[in-house]
Protein backbone atom coordinates (compact mmCIF):
# COMPACT_ATOMS: atom_id res chain seq x y z
CA UNK A 1 0.00 0.00 0.00
CA UNK A 2 1.81 3.10 -1.08
CA UNK A 3 1.73 6.46 1.44
CA UNK A 4 -0.87 7.87 -0.46
CA UNK A 5 -3.44 5.29 -0.46
CA UNK A 6 -2.77 4.67 3.57
CA UNK A 7 -3.62 8.70 4.08
CA UNK A 8 -6.55 8.32 1.90
CA UNK A 9 -7.55 5.10 3.99
CA UNK A 10 -7.05 7.41 7.22
CA UNK A 11 -9.78 10.12 5.68
CA UNK A 12 -12.02 7.17 5.04
CA UNK A 13 -12.53 6.51 8.64
CA UNK A 14 -14.60 9.50 8.96
CA UNK A 15 -17.55 7.02 6.93
CA UNK A 16 -19.61 4.96 8.81
CA UNK A 17 -17.60 1.21 8.99
CA UNK A 18 -20.18 -0.31 7.06
CA UNK A 19 -20.32 2.16 4.16
CA UNK A 20 -16.37 1.55 4.16
CA UNK A 21 -16.96 -1.66 3.78
CA UNK A 22 -19.03 -1.42 1.19
CA UNK A 23 -17.59 1.42 -0.95
CA UNK A 24 -13.39 2.04 0.32
CA UNK A 25 -12.13 0.29 -2.56
CA UNK A 26 -14.41 1.60 -5.15
CA UNK A 27 -13.19 5.74 -3.93
CA UNK A 28 -9.94 4.53 -3.01
CA UNK A 29 -9.66 3.68 -6.84
CA UNK A 30 -11.33 6.60 -7.91
CA UNK A 31 -9.54 9.08 -5.66
CA UNK A 32 -5.89 7.44 -6.92
CA UNK A 33 -6.96 8.13 -10.72
CA UNK A 34 -7.74 11.63 -9.81
CA UNK A 35 -5.03 12.41 -7.94
CA UNK A 36 -1.82 13.89 -10.38
CA UNK A 37 1.28 12.24 -10.90
CA UNK A 38 3.90 12.35 -8.27
CA UNK A 39 1.62 13.79 -5.46
CA UNK A 40 2.27 12.22 -1.95
CA UNK A 41 -0.55 13.90 -0.03
CA UNK A 42 -3.88 14.25 -0.29
CA UNK A 43 -5.27 17.67 -1.68
CA UNK A 44 -7.06 20.05 1.01
CA UNK A 45 -10.22 19.63 -0.94
CA UNK A 46 -10.12 16.14 -1.69
CA UNK A 47 -9.76 16.08 2.36
CA UNK A 48 -12.90 18.50 2.87
CA UNK A 49 -14.91 16.80 0.73
CA UNK A 50 -14.14 13.07 2.20
CA UNK A 51 -14.60 14.59 6.04
CA UNK A 52 -18.03 16.22 4.82
CA UNK A 53 -18.83 12.81 2.76
CA UNK A 54 -18.34 11.04 6.12
CA UNK A 55 -20.44 13.08 8.37
CA UNK A 56 -23.13 12.89 5.98
CA UNK A 57 -23.15 9.72 5.81
CA UNK A 58 -23.30 9.02 9.56
CA UNK A 59 -25.81 11.85 9.38
CA UNK A 60 -27.57 9.61 7.22
CA UNK A 61 -27.49 6.21 9.39
CA UNK A 62 -27.94 8.34 12.39
CA UNK A 63 -31.63 9.01 11.11
CA UNK A 64 -32.53 5.21 10.54
CA UNK A 65 -31.21 4.04 13.90
CA UNK A 66 -33.56 2.23 16.17
CA UNK A 67 -34.63 4.51 18.94
CA UNK A 68 -34.61 1.17 20.98
CA UNK A 69 -30.67 0.93 20.18
CA UNK A 70 -30.49 3.60 22.76
CA UNK A 71 -32.56 2.48 25.16
CA UNK A 72 -30.50 -0.53 25.28
CA UNK A 73 -27.39 1.54 25.71
CA UNK A 74 -29.03 3.75 28.12
CA UNK A 75 -29.99 0.05 30.31
CA UNK A 76 -26.71 -0.89 29.85
CA UNK A 77 -24.56 2.07 31.38
CA UNK A 78 -27.37 2.33 34.41
CA UNK A 79 -26.28 -0.98 35.40
CA UNK A 80 -22.70 -0.44 35.37
CA UNK A 81 -22.90 2.71 36.63
CA UNK A 82 -24.65 0.50 39.95
CA UNK A 83 -21.98 -1.68 40.00
CA UNK A 84 -19.06 1.06 40.11
CA UNK A 85 -21.38 3.07 42.39
CA UNK A 86 -21.17 0.09 44.85
CA UNK A 87 -17.74 -0.83 44.39
CA UNK A 88 -16.52 2.64 44.94
CA UNK A 89 -19.12 2.90 48.51
CA UNK A 90 -17.16 -0.62 49.02
CA UNK A 91 -13.73 1.04 48.98
CA UNK A 92 -14.53 4.09 51.01
CA UNK A 93 -16.09 2.43 54.18
CA UNK A 94 -14.36 1.93 57.05
CA UNK A 95 -13.15 -1.74 57.19
CA UNK A 96 -15.11 -1.79 60.48
CA UNK A 97 -18.21 -1.44 58.97
CA UNK A 98 -17.36 -4.28 56.35
CA UNK A 99 -20.40 -6.51 56.32
CA UNK A 100 -19.00 -10.31 56.63
CA UNK A 101 -18.12 -11.57 53.17
CA UNK A 102 -18.65 -7.96 51.31
CA UNK A 103 -15.37 -8.34 49.64
CA UNK A 104 -16.10 -11.58 47.74
CA UNK A 105 -19.72 -10.15 46.81
CA UNK A 106 -17.69 -7.40 45.73
CA UNK A 107 -15.18 -9.01 43.55
CA UNK A 108 -17.93 -11.21 41.52
CA UNK A 109 -19.94 -8.15 41.17
CA UNK A 110 -17.11 -6.66 39.09
CA UNK A 111 -16.32 -10.28 37.39
CA UNK A 112 -19.87 -10.20 36.33
CA UNK A 113 -19.91 -6.98 34.83
CA UNK A 114 -16.90 -7.52 33.06
CA UNK A 115 -18.28 -10.75 31.94
CA UNK A 116 -21.33 -8.89 31.24
CA UNK A 117 -20.14 -6.24 29.17
CA UNK A 118 -18.17 -9.34 26.92
CA UNK A 119 -21.12 -11.30 26.31
CA UNK A 120 -23.45 -8.15 25.86
CA UNK A 121 -21.53 -8.18 22.86
CA UNK A 122 -21.85 -11.81 21.34
CA UNK A 123 -24.93 -12.87 22.88
CA UNK A 124 -28.20 -11.32 24.23
CA UNK A 125 -29.76 -14.07 25.96
CA UNK A 126 -26.70 -14.46 28.01
CA UNK A 127 -26.66 -10.95 28.55
CA UNK A 128 -29.89 -10.81 29.89
CA UNK A 129 -29.05 -14.03 32.37
CA UNK A 130 -25.70 -12.16 33.70
CA UNK A 131 -27.16 -8.93 33.98
CA UNK A 132 -30.19 -10.42 36.23
CA UNK A 133 -27.13 -12.24 37.95
CA UNK A 134 -25.37 -9.06 38.63
CA UNK A 135 -28.56 -7.40 39.76
CA UNK A 136 -29.65 -10.20 42.63
CA UNK A 137 -26.08 -10.01 43.42
CA UNK A 138 -26.66 -6.26 44.47
CA UNK A 139 -29.76 -6.65 46.20
CA UNK A 140 -28.59 -8.77 48.59
CA UNK A 141 -26.00 -7.08 49.72
CA UNK A 142 -27.33 -4.04 50.17
CA UNK A 143 -30.10 -2.44 48.12
CA UNK A 144 -30.31 1.68 46.70
CA UNK A 145 -33.23 2.75 45.60
CA UNK A 146 -35.57 1.29 42.96
CA UNK A 147 -33.39 2.55 39.81
CA UNK A 148 -31.33 -0.58 39.63
CA UNK A 149 -34.52 -2.48 38.75
CA UNK A 150 -35.32 0.07 36.59
CA UNK A 151 -32.59 -0.47 34.51
CA UNK A 152 -32.37 -3.93 35.01
CA UNK A 153 -36.04 -4.11 33.21
CA UNK A 154 -35.28 -1.86 30.28
CA UNK A 155 -32.49 -3.67 29.96
CA UNK A 156 -34.38 -6.82 29.20
CA UNK A 157 -36.75 -5.29 27.73
CA UNK A 158 -34.41 -4.07 24.67
CA UNK A 159 -32.56 -6.69 24.75
CA UNK A 160 -35.63 -9.19 23.89
CA UNK A 161 -35.73 -6.79 20.59
CA UNK A 162 -34.15 -8.44 17.61
CA UNK A 163 -32.63 -5.30 16.16
CA UNK A 164 -28.63 -5.18 16.38
CA UNK A 165 -27.62 -1.93 15.52
CA UNK A 166 -24.03 -1.15 14.92
CA UNK A 167 -21.52 -1.35 17.29
CA UNK A 168 -19.11 1.11 18.66
CA UNK A 169 -16.90 1.62 21.83
CA UNK A 170 -17.25 5.39 21.41
CA UNK A 171 -20.44 5.06 23.19
CA UNK A 172 -18.74 4.19 26.60
CA UNK A 173 -17.59 7.34 27.03
CA UNK A 174 -21.14 7.90 28.72
CA UNK A 175 -20.04 6.06 31.36
CA UNK A 176 -17.73 8.79 33.04
CA UNK A 177 -20.36 11.21 33.41
CA UNK A 178 -22.87 9.05 34.35
CA UNK A 179 -20.50 7.70 37.21
CA UNK A 180 -20.89 11.73 38.46
CA UNK A 181 -24.10 11.98 37.68
CA UNK A 182 -25.29 9.54 39.95
CA UNK A 183 -22.66 9.78 43.28
CA UNK A 184 -22.03 13.58 43.70
CA UNK A 185 -19.07 12.27 46.52
CA UNK A 186 -17.66 9.98 44.36
CA UNK A 187 -13.82 11.23 42.32
CA UNK A 188 -13.44 15.28 44.12
CA UNK A 189 -15.90 15.83 46.74
CA UNK A 190 -15.44 19.31 45.61
CA UNK A 191 -18.68 20.33 44.48
CA UNK A 192 -17.64 22.84 41.84
CA UNK A 193 -15.64 20.56 40.29
CA UNK A 194 -18.02 18.42 40.26
CA UNK A 195 -20.82 20.24 38.46
CA UNK A 196 -18.07 21.37 35.87
CA UNK A 197 -17.21 17.74 34.68
CA UNK A 198 -21.25 16.66 34.45
CA UNK A 199 -21.42 20.23 32.78
CA UNK A 200 -18.45 18.93 30.18
CA UNK A 201 -19.70 15.13 29.81
CA UNK A 202 -23.53 16.27 28.81
CA UNK A 203 -22.94 18.54 26.76
CA UNK A 204 -19.90 16.64 25.20
CA UNK A 205 -22.04 14.30 23.10
CA UNK A 206 -24.64 17.43 21.62
CA UNK A 207 -22.47 18.01 18.86
CA UNK A 208 -21.86 14.63 18.10
CA UNK A 209 -25.85 13.49 18.17
CA UNK A 210 -25.66 15.05 14.94
CA UNK A 211 -23.99 11.82 13.64
CA UNK A 212 -24.52 9.47 15.95
CA UNK A 213 -28.00 10.03 18.47
CA UNK A 214 -27.58 7.37 20.65
CA UNK A 215 -24.82 8.33 23.46
CA UNK A 216 -26.88 11.60 24.10
CA UNK A 217 -29.83 9.74 23.95
CA UNK A 218 -28.72 7.28 26.71
CA UNK A 219 -27.63 10.25 28.66
CA UNK A 220 -31.10 11.99 28.68
CA UNK A 221 -32.66 8.78 29.84
CA UNK A 222 -29.87 8.25 32.40
CA UNK A 223 -30.47 11.69 33.53
CA UNK A 224 -34.59 10.73 34.16
CA UNK A 225 -33.32 7.99 36.44
CA UNK A 226 -30.66 9.64 37.91
CA UNK A 227 -32.84 12.83 38.40
CA UNK A 228 -35.42 10.31 40.47
CA UNK A 229 -32.19 9.09 42.57
CA UNK A 230 -30.46 12.34 43.44
CA UNK A 231 -34.37 13.81 44.62
CA UNK A 232 -33.71 17.86 44.69
CA UNK A 233 -29.95 18.73 44.83
CA UNK A 234 -28.26 22.26 43.91
CA UNK A 235 -27.68 21.62 40.51
CA UNK A 236 -30.89 19.41 40.11
CA UNK A 237 -32.35 22.14 37.64
CA UNK A 238 -29.16 22.99 35.93
CA UNK A 239 -28.96 19.34 35.16
CA UNK A 240 -32.56 18.96 34.28
CA UNK A 241 -32.12 21.73 31.82
CA UNK A 242 -29.14 20.28 29.85
CA UNK A 243 -31.29 16.81 29.91
CA UNK A 244 -33.95 18.76 28.29
CA UNK A 245 -31.39 20.35 25.75
CA UNK A 246 -29.73 16.75 24.93
CA UNK A 247 -32.92 15.32 25.01
CA UNK A 248 -34.12 17.95 21.87
CA UNK A 249 -30.78 17.45 20.01
CA UNK A 250 -31.51 13.71 19.91
CA UNK A 251 -35.25 13.31 19.46
CA UNK A 252 -34.91 15.96 16.12
CA UNK A 253 -32.64 13.01 13.55
CA UNK A 254 -34.80 10.05 15.48
CA UNK A 255 -37.89 11.15 15.14
CA UNK A 256 -37.21 12.45 11.68
CA UNK A 257 -35.85 8.76 11.00
CA UNK A 258 -39.36 7.16 12.49
CA UNK A 259 -41.52 9.61 9.74
CA UNK A 260 -39.85 8.88 6.97
CA UNK A 261 -39.52 5.27 7.66
CA UNK A 262 -43.61 5.14 8.04
CA UNK A 263 -43.62 7.26 5.17
CA UNK A 264 -41.85 4.90 3.07
CA UNK A 265 -43.98 1.68 4.55
CA UNK A 266 -47.18 3.64 3.84
CA UNK A 267 -45.97 4.78 -0.36
CA UNK B 1 -39.90 13.03 -6.57
CA UNK B 2 -39.02 14.48 -9.78
CA UNK B 3 -40.23 17.97 -8.21
CA UNK B 4 -37.41 17.51 -5.36
CA UNK B 5 -34.38 19.02 -7.23
CA UNK B 6 -35.90 22.21 -8.76
CA UNK B 7 -34.03 23.85 -9.96
CA UNK B 8 -31.22 21.58 -9.84
CA UNK B 9 -27.64 22.22 -8.14
CA UNK B 10 -25.04 22.89 -11.24
CA UNK B 11 -23.10 19.64 -9.88
CA UNK B 12 -26.02 17.81 -9.84
CA UNK B 13 -27.35 18.88 -13.50
CA UNK B 14 -23.51 17.55 -14.92
CA UNK B 15 -23.49 14.56 -13.28
CA UNK B 16 -26.61 13.34 -14.60
CA UNK B 17 -25.54 14.85 -17.86
CA UNK B 18 -22.32 12.73 -18.14
CA UNK B 19 -24.55 9.66 -18.17
CA UNK B 20 -26.42 10.62 -21.03
CA UNK B 21 -23.96 8.77 -23.51
CA UNK B 22 -24.13 5.37 -20.90
CA UNK B 23 -22.93 4.27 -17.80
CA UNK B 24 -19.55 5.42 -16.37
CA UNK B 25 -17.54 4.49 -12.96
CA UNK B 26 -16.32 6.93 -10.42
CA UNK B 27 -13.17 8.60 -12.34
CA UNK B 28 -14.58 8.68 -15.73
CA UNK B 29 -17.64 11.48 -14.14
CA UNK B 30 -15.24 13.60 -12.91
CA UNK B 31 -13.60 14.10 -15.81
CA UNK B 32 -16.92 13.80 -18.13
CA UNK B 33 -18.32 16.54 -15.91
CA UNK B 34 -15.23 18.79 -16.10
CA UNK B 35 -15.53 18.89 -19.77
CA UNK B 36 -18.99 19.01 -20.10
CA UNK B 37 -19.17 22.01 -17.54
CA UNK B 38 -15.69 23.45 -19.63
CA UNK B 39 -13.71 23.22 -16.15
CA UNK B 40 -16.56 24.76 -14.06
CA UNK B 41 -17.38 21.93 -11.83
CA UNK B 42 -14.91 20.23 -10.21
CA UNK B 43 -16.08 17.38 -8.23
CA UNK B 44 -14.18 16.20 -5.26
CA UNK B 45 -14.11 11.80 -4.78
CA UNK B 46 -16.04 12.76 -1.32
CA UNK B 47 -18.46 14.96 -3.04
CA UNK B 48 -19.32 12.83 -5.93
CA UNK B 49 -19.99 9.97 -3.92
CA UNK B 50 -22.46 11.72 -2.15
CA UNK B 51 -24.09 13.03 -4.86
CA UNK B 52 -23.89 9.36 -6.33
CA UNK B 53 -25.83 7.80 -3.03
CA UNK B 54 -28.47 10.93 -3.00
CA UNK B 55 -29.26 10.29 -6.74
CA UNK B 56 -29.47 6.71 -5.70
CA UNK B 57 -32.12 7.26 -2.98
CA UNK B 58 -33.68 9.40 -5.16
CA UNK B 59 -33.98 6.80 -7.71
CA UNK B 60 -32.59 9.26 -10.52
CA UNK B 61 -29.29 6.84 -10.73
CA UNK B 62 -28.81 3.16 -10.39
CA UNK B 63 -25.24 0.92 -10.38
CA UNK B 64 -25.35 -1.46 -13.21
CA UNK B 65 -21.87 -2.97 -13.58
CA UNK B 66 -19.21 -4.24 -11.48
CA UNK B 67 -15.40 -4.97 -12.76
CA UNK B 68 -12.32 -5.55 -10.61
CA UNK B 69 -9.35 -3.16 -11.60
CA UNK B 70 -5.92 -3.56 -10.20
CA UNK B 71 -7.89 -5.49 -7.73
CA UNK B 72 -10.53 -2.76 -6.24
CA UNK B 73 -13.85 -2.97 -7.12
CA UNK B 74 -14.93 -0.37 -10.13
CA UNK B 75 -18.65 0.09 -10.51
CA UNK B 76 -20.50 2.01 -12.89
CA UNK B 77 -23.45 4.12 -12.62
CA UNK B 78 -26.35 4.81 -15.47
CA UNK B 79 -29.51 6.91 -15.31
CA UNK B 80 -32.88 5.82 -14.49
CA UNK B 81 -35.88 6.67 -16.41
CA UNK B 82 -36.23 8.98 -14.07
CA UNK B 83 -33.15 10.46 -13.73
CA UNK B 84 -33.54 10.94 -17.52
CA UNK B 85 -37.07 12.63 -17.46
CA UNK B 86 -35.92 14.78 -14.11
CA UNK B 87 -32.43 15.81 -16.77
CA UNK B 88 -34.61 16.71 -19.51
CA UNK B 89 -37.39 18.73 -17.30
CA UNK B 90 -34.31 20.77 -15.68
CA UNK B 91 -32.63 21.27 -19.45
CA UNK B 92 -36.45 22.43 -20.77
CA UNK B 93 -36.46 24.53 -17.53
CA UNK B 94 -33.01 26.26 -17.94
CA UNK B 95 -33.74 26.53 -22.01
CA UNK B 96 -37.07 28.71 -21.25
CA UNK B 97 -35.03 30.87 -19.36
CA UNK B 98 -32.32 31.30 -21.25
CA UNK B 99 -34.49 31.63 -24.51
CA UNK B 100 -35.92 34.84 -22.57
CA UNK B 101 -32.46 36.73 -22.68
CA UNK B 102 -30.53 35.38 -25.63
CA UNK B 103 -33.72 34.73 -28.39
CA UNK B 104 -33.71 37.33 -31.15
CA UNK B 105 -35.33 40.41 -30.46
CA UNK B 106 -38.12 39.91 -32.94
CA UNK B 107 -39.27 36.12 -31.78
CA UNK B 108 -40.04 37.98 -28.12
CA UNK B 109 -43.71 38.17 -26.84
CA UNK B 110 -43.52 42.19 -26.35
CA UNK B 111 -47.30 43.02 -26.59
CA UNK B 112 -46.78 44.96 -23.37
CA UNK B 113 -45.10 47.72 -24.99
CA UNK B 114 -46.26 49.68 -28.17
Given at each position: MSPLERRYRRLLRAYPKQYRSARADEMIGTLLDATAPGQRRPSARESVSLIAGGVRARAARNADMPALASLRLAAMLACSVYIADTAAEMFTR???EHQAGATYVLAISVALLVATILVWLVRRAFAVAALAAVLATGYFWHVRGIWPYLAVALAVLTALRAERPPKSW?????LPAAFWLIDP??????EAFHFALIVTFMLAPLPWALVDARPAFALAILTAFFGIALG???FAAVAAVICLAICLAMAAPLLAGMARRRRRAKA | MARKNVPMREPTYFVLASLVDGPLHGYAIIRRTGELSAGRVRLATGTLYTALDRLTTEGYVTQVGEEVVNGRTRRSYALTPEGTAALQAEAQRMAAAARVVIAPAKSRPREATA
Open positions: RPDLWWICSAGTGIVRA | -
